[in-house]
């Protein structure tokens, strides 16, 4: 599959917004697996499909966590979290991609986790500066993600961390976890 045909399969489950949101996380995610020296075709891959599940039913997305054994603490947080681990699920059965690496480049995209793989690294932090982002911060989020792959993660799950306490958000513990982790390396 290549990254046309992907995006005609990804296309009809979202927003225009979220499709144009999708194809410069491609570029920015494909960029730095070059940088970086990642599996092209992998990268772009999960970057195509990473928000496949965005716009799935609340109730539907709660079923597959509990049918599909994900972890059920998910359910005790906002499912905003869910359409990473339920899209990884739904694109395996949907579209029929298998490669693990893919999937939990998907799965893990909205929270991170401790001990990331560079591909996940790349679609996390790629799906955080791609240019369409203005979160507070992103441009020094940005400079970093070309100097330090680790350093740029970091500080997208630090500035995750205050956006989401500055407004008394609950925290899952993967953003922890990835956080207090890539602390070690950029230390
Ligand atoms: O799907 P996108 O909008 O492209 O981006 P995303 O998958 O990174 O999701 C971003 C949303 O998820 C954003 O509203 C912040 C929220 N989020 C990320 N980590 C956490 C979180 N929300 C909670 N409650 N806890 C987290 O740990
Ligand atoms: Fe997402
Ligand atoms: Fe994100
Ligand atoms: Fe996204």
């Keep these: 599959m290549d990254r046309k045909q992907a995006l005609a399969i990804v296309q009809p489950h979202l927003k225009q917004s979220r499709f144009d949101h999708t194809k410069r996380v491609v570029e920015t995610a494909v960029d730095l697996a ?3 020296n990642e599996d092209k075709q992998k990268t772009e891959i999960a970057a195509v499909f990473h ?13 597959w966590i509990i049918s599909e054994y994900l972890p059920k ?17 739904l694109i395996k059965r949907e579209v029929g991609i298998n490669d693990l690496s893919i999937l939990n480049a998907i799965r893990w995209h909205t929270t991170g986790k401790a001990g990331m793989n560079k591909l996940e690294k790349i679609i996390f932090l790629a799906d955080y500066i791609e240019p369409g982002r203005d979160f507070p911060g992103v441009d020094k989020v940005r ?17 995750t961390i205050q956006f989401l306490m ?7 513990p993967d953003t922890f976890h990835a956080y207090n ?3 070690i390396t950029v230390k």
Excluded at 51 to 63: S, T
């Design 34 to 36: 070059k940088f970086y």
């Design 51 to 63: 928000d496949y599940a965005k716009y799935r039913d609340k109730d539907e997305m709660e079923r």
């Design 166 to 172: 500055s407004k008394n958000q609950p925290i899952y």
């Design 73 to 89: 603490d998910l359910l005790h947080y906002h499912h905003e979290l869910w359409h990473g681990p339920v899209g990884a699920l």
């Design 181 to 183: 982790d890539l602390l």
């Design 143 to 159: 400079e970093q993600a070309k100097a330090d792959l680790d350093l740029g993660c970091w500080l997208a799950a630090k500035n």
